[in-house]
């Protein structure tokens, strides 16, 4: 059976689902970045300008003074309670539907007509809800009574209900909301409507109106003339070109007596034919079909004739008396079928059928002479400015019009300056930008604060900014605010909106420029208008604005000082009226003791005053802050400043033993901090009364209590007063038992905070008691877990050697790294590092195991896997040492032989790592003694040295300059001058490291065969266009200078100076420059030699020569 076409579909449809695969080196801009979290920063709008109190003039009514916004402020607080207590309510079921709300009669409605009017419900007091809130409320709880809406009055006299209104409970009718997928039918006010699941079941209409005007004689009933047929009398529809309606729009008999209307006549009558091709409905004589086409439309057709709902008339005679229409379910709507398909049989086309390739752009047709977004060009209109890209056009497309400057505003004008700056600031080049940047400073008192940050703010808050972007408008607002000053304090909280979320980016230079801004708008502002901006945030409902406020306080606190905030922090702590107000004043003294440091220590008391009230509040947040401000305190001031903590130990200590979950966590980490600052008695029983606690919390399964858990025992194991003994006995069984397991090693942050605790619990107790206890899982099967006994095991051999570790656990040690090392899989260098610190600290112990590793080294040298050969010679370098402390040069010769021969490696990294092998033998065994001999090894290195890849030429050239400085009398001149050309091409080196070490062989390769070939050389590096490549030739001349002594070199290059090219007598002077800064004070002996070529550069007429530029 052959696959359909669908398969082809479905596989294509998989194909498109599949990743992406440049997404991980595209370039994502600052909003696919970021976290939920930080996106709410974009929901925030940008609030109006606010009043400035401080000018000197009658404030405006108009503007948004502080009573205004704390008003707002009120009115948002309550209606978000109001929502949460409707969702709450709703969610426990106290929240009922309202179904048989008792009716009442309007006073002037007539006794005898109430039965006929329908229910109405009294007034309810509207409450004006947000969309989530109501989504919540909609999708939970069906309509209540309260929320309908109050029913116009109807006359007793109409027979046909009024349309029902969107809150009813349950609808009479079920009108459909979109009238292009169903059926026509007769508007309802006409009192003609295609009935709905439920209602009345339809009769026979055969009346005329005449008949339905005496059964309801009191409707006022308007037909629509879209709604009838035309009519076929041709007076009664003027001829074409007689009248003055447009032909297009009303129905008409045609020159050849044709009824049939224009196609886009609503009220026409059923168009057939060529008009009514593409339309939903077939128009059947006209559709060809084959007689078996016919046979079964014929068939369908009169199944639905017969199928058609029945009249209340055919019921009446069907049925015998008693019976009554049951009204269906609320809310029950079957499916229509014959409406499915109408809806499903489109009318075939004429024509020849098949695909045609629709008109673009590119190819000449519909609107091919648009560009991006359908403008016609995104090139402004100012030939200086650079192109838009299609994200800037919502922002600079006043840009693209060409208008007349003269005819328009002096508001218009600076727009458009402002823009144009912007423009070139964003996406010009470093000359476009620099001159954007500097007329937008010198002009920001000319332009105004209002039209400037109008035009800046909105561009920060787009959700397409890419981090370059940002920095510039950053940059922008910090260049301005110097020249506005106090022009800024209307502004300033439209400033933060944009700002503060900079102070939670996960970029720290992202977080450094946002804290500067927010600094230097304090300094403009005034510590009065920061405060009066930022007072109706610090109680905000959004714990996000809230969050960020803090920070924000806290960076002000920095510009202005802590003692100029005291004052207002006191008062924000200690109020009554809102807990969100006393947690945000808490955090933020929390966020001064993180930023400044120990520059609190003045005012330690003073703050610790201010917050201690918290830690008997009544709400759980506010403790919990309270007690993570004081950790933070704590820790800014160590090791000082115990005795202003005196006031907090006592209701610490409290919360320590009633507290749960995060609460307990948070007082923890306070006593955690606490404790260091204590005198060695007290810390000792402290210690003591708190690892109870400790010990229980091991087994907790919050992440974030185990991560406070092991910095407290790590704190408390490393103060004074803490005995080894009862480390030893109390502490550390049950914490190998809670936490070195796998599922720590698999989670990164934990991970590192137990090897910070485990090895400083190795300090006090000592390295023999703990690895004795992790050595054996250095064969665990989880590679993961290995690594972190690894690297617990090198931090402890690192800080503590290996004096302690006795012959058996020597054994054991080099067995576990061995295999460990053997296992690895992943490309890291834990395993590596740690192989080389524990050889490195048992030193001579190590030989007898000596000829074990270098035979696992030489196995895995075989190996086909290129990471397995290079992890293998990356081992040589680190074990080289350690061999040369053995005495073990017999073995060393016979790893350099190796070395040798596997120079030929084709992977760039393994090769990268065998050359580095070679230069740490070298560096231990000497020139003389190395094998194979230097002279064979040299010239086997020269063609290296082309080779481009980083890794290779840094390793290539730091050996090459290792003989140059201590092995060059067993390599010839010639060959020194070969290496001296394949030098300068490092030149070019795109790292740094490369051209540093490049230019330091120039010096050892003119030492030892003479500065005047090399020089040569240099010399004629000069002439070459690329700047980078002319800087560093000048330094390696001025190195040459140093190494040879200036006298060598200097009347070369004074000669070379006659060469009248710019570039090379701009060569000329940087090489003194950087020689004078090399050699010092020996340069005195120059100056008068120096000093004629120095003059004739000063007087000539060439800008760069006279500066000394290149």
Not at 112 to 134: D, F, V, W
Not at 606 to 623: F, S, T
Not at 990 to 1007: D, E, L, M, Q, V
Request: charged share 25%.
């Amino acid at each position: 059976m052959s696959k359909g076409p669908q398969h082809f579909i479905d596989e294509a449809a998989k194909a498109n689902d599949e990743e992406d695969p440049f997404s991980e080196t595209r370039r994502k801009n600052i909003a696919e970045r970021q976290s939920q979290y930080q996106m709410r920063a974009r929901k925030r709008p940008i609030s109006p300008e606010r009043a400035d109190m401080f000018v000197d003039q009658t404030p405006d009514l108009r503007d948004r003074t502080y009573a205004k916004i704390m008003q707002e402020q009120l009115l948002t607080a309550e209606k978000e309670k109001i929502e949460k207590e409707l969702v709450d309510k709703h969610q426990s079921g106290e929240l009922k539907i309202n179904r048989q709300a008792k009716a009442f009669a309007p006073e002037d409605t007539p006794t005898e007509n109430i039965e006929n009017t329908p229910s109405q419900a009294p007034r309810k007091k509207r409450i004006a809800l947000s969309g989530h809130a109501i989504t919540a409320v909609r999708d939970k709880t069906p309509n209540v009574a309260q929320w309908d809406e109050t029913p116009a009055h109807i006359s007793a006299l109409d027979s046909t209900p009024a349309t029902d209104k969107q809150w009813d409970a349950t609808p009479s009718q079920t009108p459909r909301r979109n009238r292009w997928d169903e059926t026509p039918k007769e508007s309802v006010r006409d009192g003609g409507m295609t009935p709905g699941w439920g209602s009345e079941t339809p009769r026979d209409i055969k009346m005329d109106l005449s008949e339905r005007a005496e059964e309801t004689p009191g409707a006022s009933k308007r037909r629509s003339r879209w709604d009838l047929t035309p009519s076929q009398t041709p007076s009664e529809t003027p001829m074409a070109g007689i009248d003055a309606t447009p032909t297009h729009f009303t129905p008409k008999i045609m020159q050849n007596g044709g009824m049939t209307p224009s196609m886009l006549t609503p009220g026409g009558t059923t168009p057939i034919g060529t008009p009514a091709m593409g339309m939903k409905t077939p128009a059947v004589p006209f559709i060809p079909m084959t007689p078996e086409q016919a046979a079964i439309y014929k068939w369908e057709k009169e199944v639905d004739d017969r199928n058609r709902p029945l009249s209340d008339e055919e019921l009446d005679a069907l049925m015998p008396p008693g019976f009554k229409i049951l009204a269906p379910p609320s809310g029950y709507a079957p499916i229509r079928t014959p409406t499915r398909k109408l809806l499903a049989t489109p009318t075939p086309m004429s024509g020849i059928g098949g695909f045609m390739i629709p008109p673009t752009p590119e190819r000449g047709g519909a609107g091919a002479d648009k560009g991006v977004g359908g403008i016609i060009d995104t090139q402004p209109k100012d030939p200086e400015l650079p192109a838009l890209k299609p994200e800037d056009i919502q922002y600079f497309d006043k840009l693209l019009q060409d208008v007349d400057e003269s005819q328009l505003t002096k508001a218009e004008r600076n727009e458009r300056e402002i823009m144009g700056y912007l423009l070139k600031i964003k996406n010009g080049m470093p000359s476009q930008r620099k001159s954007g940047l500097r007329k937008i400073t010198e002009n920001a008192r000319r332009l105004g604060a209002g039209p400037l940050f109008n035009q800046i703010l909105p561009l920060l808050m787009s959700p397409t900014l890419e981090d370059q972007e940002r920095h510039l408008m950053v940059k922008v607002i910090d260049r301005i605010l110097y020249k506005l000053d106090d022009l800024v304090r209307p502004y300033v909280h439209k400033i933060l909106v944009v700002i503060e979320p900079l102070l939670i980016d996960e970029d720290y230079y992202a977080r450094v420029e946002g804290r500067e801004i927010i600094s230097n708008l304090a300094k403009a502002a005034g510590l009065a208008t920061m405060i009066s901006t930022m007072r109706p945030d610090i109680d905000n409902v959004d714990e996000y604005v809230r969050n960020t406020t803090a920070r924000a306080f806290a960076v002000v606190a920095s510009a202005l000082g802590i003692p100029a905030l005291l004052p207002f922090l006191k008062a924000v702590c200690k109020s009554k009226k809102s807990w969100q107000a006393r947690h945000t004043g808490i955090k933020i003294v929390q966020q001064i003791a993180i930023l400044m440091g120990c520059a609190v220590l003045p005012h330690l008391k003073q703050l610790v005053e201010i917050v201690e009230g918290g830690l008997v509040d009544d709400q759980q947040k506010v403790r919990t802050i309270t007690a993570l401000g004081i950790a933070a305190l704590a820790e800014a001031a160590t090791p000082y400043g115990i005795e202003a903590f005196d006031s907090v130990l006592k209701p610490l200590w409290k919360g320590i033993r009633t507290h749960r979950g995060k609460g307990l966590a948070a007082f923890l980490k306070a006593i955690g901090f606490l404790i260091p600052l204590m005198d060695a008695e007290y810390a000792s029983y402290y210690t003591k009364e708190v690892m109870l606690i400790l010990i229980r919390e091991f087994v907790s399964p919050d992440e974030e209590m185990k991560k406070i858990v092991l910095k407290v025992v790590k704190q408390c194991c490393s103060t004074d007063g803490v005995e080894p003994l009862y480390i030893r006995e109390e502490i550390l069984t049950p914490f190998f038992r809670a936490f070195w397991n796998h599922r720590m090693a698999m989670d990164r942050r934990n991970y590192k905070h137990l090897v910070d605790t485990t090895v400083e619990i190795a300090q006090k107790v000592g390295s023999v008691e703990i690895v004795s206890r992790i050595v054996d899982d250095l064969k665990d099967e989880n590679e993961q877990y290995r690594k972190m006994v690894m690297e617990t095991i090198e931090n402890i051999m690192a800080l503590m050697g290996a004096a302690e570790i006795d012959s058996r656990l020597e054994e054991q040690l080099i067995d576990g790294i061995l295999y460990a090392f053997q296992e690895q899989t992943q490309e890291d260098p834990i395993m590596l590092e740690g192989f080389g610190t524990v050889c490195k600290a048992l030193g001579r112990r190590t030989k007898p195991y000596l000829p074990q590793i270098c035979g696992t080294i030489l196995w895995r040298l075989n190996n086909k896997s290129a990471k397995v050969r290079q992890q293998a010679t990356d081992l040589i370098a680190k074990i080289a040492p350690v061999m040369n402390v053995c005495q073990e040069e017999k073995l060393m010769g016979h790893l350099g032989v190796v070395l040798y021969e596997y120079l030929g490696e084709e992977y760039p990294e393994v090769l990268g790592s065998i050359l580095g092998a070679l230069s740490a033998i070298v560096s231990v065994i000497g020139m003389t003694k190395m094998t194979p001999p230097i002279k064979d090894l040299l010239p086997r290195l020269t063609p290296i040295l082309k080779n481009r890849h980083e890794k290779v030429q840094e390793f290539c050239i730091e050996l090459v300059g290792k003989i140059a400085d201590r092995g060059s009398e067993f390599v010839s001149a010639r060959e020194w001058m070969r290496i001296c050309f394949e030098l300068l091409e490092l030149l070019k080196a795109h790292k740094k490291s490369i051209r540093r070490a490049a230019i330091n062989t120039f010096g050892y390769i003119a030492k030892a065969i003479g500065p005047h070939d090399v020089l040569a050389t240099l010399l004629n590096n000069l002439k070459v266009q690329e700047r980078q490549l002319r800087v560093c030739t000048t330094v390696a001349i001025a190195i040459v200078a140093e190494t040879c002594a200036p006298f060598t070199v200097l009347p070369a290059i004074m000669n070379e100076y006659r060469v009248p090219e710019i570039n090379v007598q701009n060569g000329v002077l940087k090489a003194f420059s950087f020689m004078f800064e090399y050699i010092g004070e020996m340069a005195k002996d120059y100056i008068y030699a120096v000093t004629p070529l120095l003059v004739d550069a000063m007087m000539e007429r060439e800008l760069g020569i006279g500066l000394g530029n290149n």
